[in-house]
Each structure stands twice: as structure tokens, then as C-alpha cells.
């Protein structure tokens, strides 16, 4: 009974590989994020999709691709990883914009 | 300057302590304004959410907004060792769809 979902939970890499991070929402709602929270938790938005369709698009290195294949779902797939890559990778879904539910968050390690 | 302004703590206080959470803003634009709190190794959670300036209560927690100041608040009575988490404020603004823009969050910890 899961509300949103991430895989994996944690993710340990080496630089320069390439990673996907999956998430899913059973709460029915149409619109999805990815929200990245640093060692500081200053939690930043990366991306939203509406409908499958990219709203928000914030200033993200292009090695990182969003990809939303149905509206319940939304995956991050990242390219040539970095040290500064290392953080937590929040998914959250909103039917209204102002009350967003989390996942339990991916972390992301990057040697 | 951040748009958002939080006192990231650590806080601590004893058991039935009231426990005041500020957050500061410089943008008037935000209208809505929302509390999350995150335990450890969890992902954010909303608390609380109001619109515009005045008061909203849930139980034992009181979220006030002062637009006049660009000042929130988040009050919790008689706090409990479960209370201890980061405490997030957000904004967001009319025009802005769902950019939430979040303070760097305060930890708290409430002692038996």
C-alpha cells in the first residue's frame, strides 16, 4: 500500500558509469517530481512532469534525463556520474501543487 | 541570498517543551506556505499547510504566517521524543504552478 516508491534505496557507484533510478505513485495523481537534497538537506527541485508531459525544468547538468513513461511513473536516468553527483533522490507526486507526497528517497553514493 | 531563510538548529529541548520553528523570506510573492517534517533516512512529509497570513492548528501543532514580515512559524506543544525530525518549511508562489521552494530545514531533538 505503498504511496510512492523509489528503486533502489541505495545506489553505490563509480564515476563516469551511467545509473537509472526508478520511481512509481499509486495515489493516482498527475503530476511528478524529482527533488535532489544535499549533505546540507537542502532539499532543490530538479524536474516535474504533468501527464507524462515536462513542466519544470530546473538548471540541471544534461546528464540527467527524466523520463515518464505513464503518469504513474517517473525515472531519473543519469549519464558519466560525478563526485557532485553524490546525494538523496527524492520522487514526490501532487494532484494539487501545494501538497506533495515524498518517496522514501535513493541515495546515491559516488566514488 | 536564498529566497528562503532557516535557521538550520540543532535544537534541542525537553519533553513538553513548546518548540517555535522559524522561517524568514524575501520573495512577497509566495502565498502558500507549507511545513514538512523528515525523519532520519525518510523522505519529507507535509505537516501543515495555509494560505496567506493567519493561523492554522492541527492538534498540537499551531503554523502562523506573518506576510507583513515575510516571517512563518511553526509552534509544537507539549513536544514528544516522536517529534524529533527536520523540520522544512516551503513557499510557493500563485504563478509558479508546483515549484515549491524549501528553507534548508532545522533538526530538532526533544529529550526524555
Known amino acids: 500500500d505503498t504511496a510512492v516508491s523509489q528503486t533502489p534505496k541505495y545506489l553505490v557507484t563509480q564515476m563516469g558509469n551511467d545509473k537509472s533510478i526508478k520511481c512509481e505513485q499509486n495515489?493516482?495523481?498527475?503530476?511528478m517530481y524529482w527533488y535532489k537534497q544535499d549533505s546540507k538537506k537542502f532539499l532543490k527541485i530538479m524536474f516535474s512532469?504533468?501527464?507524462?508531459?515536462?513542466?519544470i525544468n530546473e538548471t540541471v547538468p544534461n546528464r540527467f534525463s527524466p523520463k515518464s513513461p505513464d503518469k504513474a511513473h517517473l525515472n531519473l536516468h543519469i549519464n558519466s556520474l560525478e563526485l557532485g553527483d553524490s546525494a538523496v533522490y527524492f520522487c514526490a507526486s501532487s494532484q494539487a501543487p501545494n501538497e506533495q507526497y515524498f518517496g522514501p528517497g535513493t541515495r546515491l553514493t559516488v566514488t | 541570498q536564498k529566497e528562503v531563510e532557516q535557521d538550520p538548529g540543532p535544537l534541542s529541548v525537553p519533553e513538553g517543551a513548546i518548540v517555535s520553528l522559524n522561517c524568514t523570506y524575501s520573495n512577497s510573492a509566495f502565498q502558500y506556505f507549507m511545513w514538512y517534517r523528515q525523519y532520519s533516512r525518510k523522505g519529507p512529509e507535509l505537516l501543515m499547510y495555509t494560505y496567506s497570513s493567519g493561523n492554522k492548528e492541527d492538534g498540537r501543532f499551531t503554523a502562523q504566517v506573518d506576510k507583513s514580515s515575510k516571517y512563518i512559524s511553526l509552534f509544537i506543544r507539549d513536544s514528544q521524543p516522536s517529534d524529533s525530525a527536520t523540520y522544512l518549511c516551503?513557499?510557493?508562489?500563485?504563478?509558479?504552478?508546483?515549484?515549491?521552494?524549501f528553507g534548508e530545514g532545522t533538526q530538532l531533538t526533544v529529550n526524555p
Open positions: 512532469y504533468n501527464n507524462k508531459e515536462l513542466i
Open positions: 495515489l493516482g495523481h498527475d503530476t
Open positions: 516551503a513557499m510557493n508562489k500563485e504563478t509558479s504552478g508546483s515549484r515549491l521552494t
